[in-house]
């Protein structure tokens, strides 16, 4: 079984969870609530493992990285634009950053990787956050003259992803409250997403407008919903609608392409969610539900979009699942292109054991392992299979 000519095969990344030393609503949230998620966990984890700091050093070591990625077969790279760095305050443009982010994209292009750019990945510059962050009635302009700005300075990049899972960010920042701002309730979920599509869509044209050659989409988190039961398979499409196509809907004519970003199988059996079987899990116990992504894409033949699988990963700090989790993963969605999906590329995330959010640093999602005391990388076994299976084009 073969991917298709000119497939991408890469890793993926966030400018907050690598770079380190970033300064926005993420970065003091943290410095306040570190002990208290440290309790949470019963001490179980010091409250250092809560701040991201300098997280990988990525943004001094971006190069030693790209390297890595090169060496691994890699063809193409998803990373993110941190806003909060470009635009400290606001309408103001820091040249030195945007001549960093330059050296990055020209780093990726030297080791021929294609830049996939992301341009927010859940933080908030500080002077956005006290306007009111997605809920600020100027947030879509602020977003769409950040978007604009950064089309202009970096006119070779051809892949655009405006925003990462907007869904997940409204439902724990809006609906849940455990991450910033904290907020609570249905409604302020809602008002969320809303913001949210506005902000694509006008990027979205503005971006148009500069280039019209550019292709950009959005990186949805998308779960696979199974019902079980009469009960189970009327709510299940009930919840699919809601979380898996509302968003996508209010977006669709203002895309080039589906980012995917899949994670979670939800077996809904009577009323009852997450009845799952749970035979492997990560280190996170989430459930490794390979067959998942396969439904998910054949959910969305009728938007009739080239799709690219922007995340897709595991928490395994052993190695134990992760090479069989990406093999068994690229068998369905070539099973699925087999049946006239059109998927262009693949991004296992993540690159790099990083600073996953609310939970740290103890998740170990990286093909590379990151010893953060001296920020030694190391290529994990599962690394090499994964170039096997790029060297062979196929499984």
Known sequence: MNFPKGFLWGAATSAHQVEGNNHNDWSEWELKNAERLSKVSGEKYPPENYISGRACDHYNRFREDFDIAKSLGHNAHRFSIEWSRIEPEEGKFDEKELEHYREVINALRERGLEPFVTLWHWTIPLWLRYRGGVFSKGFPKYFTRFASRMAIEFPDVKFWITLNEPEIYALNS??????????????????????????????????????????????????????????????????????NKRFLWHISNELDFIGINYYF????????????????????????????????????????????????????????????????????????????????????WSLLDNFEWDKGF????????????TMERKIRHSAWKYKEIIEKGGI
């Open 174 to 243: 809006y609906m849940r409250g455990i991450w910033p701002p904290q907020k609570r309730g249905i409604i302020k979920f809602f008002r969320a997403t809303y913001a949210l599509s506005l902000a694509h869509q006008e990027a979205f044209r503005a971006i148009k407008n500069i280039n019209p050659n550019i292709k950009i989409g959005a990186a949805l988190n998308m779960s696979y919903f199974e019902g079980v039961g009469i009960i189970g398979s009327i709510l299940k499409k009930f919840v699919d609608q809601i979380w």
């Open 362 to 373: 103890w998740p170990r999602f990286g093909l590379v392992e990151v010893e953060y005391k």
């Open 265 to 348: 199988h939800n077996r809904v059996r009577n009323f009852k969610f997450n009845q799952n079987e749970n035979k492997e899990t990560s280190d996170l116990g989430w459930e490794i539900y390979p067959e998942g992504i396969y439904h998910v894409l054949k959910s969305l033949k009728k938007y009739k979009k080239l799709i690219y699988i922007t995340e897709s990963g595991v928490a395994d700090a052993n190695d134990i699942h992760r090479d069989k989790f990406i093999k068994e993963h690229l068998e369905w969605i070539l099973k699925a292109i087999g049946e006239g999906e059109d998927v262009r590329g693949y991004f296992y």
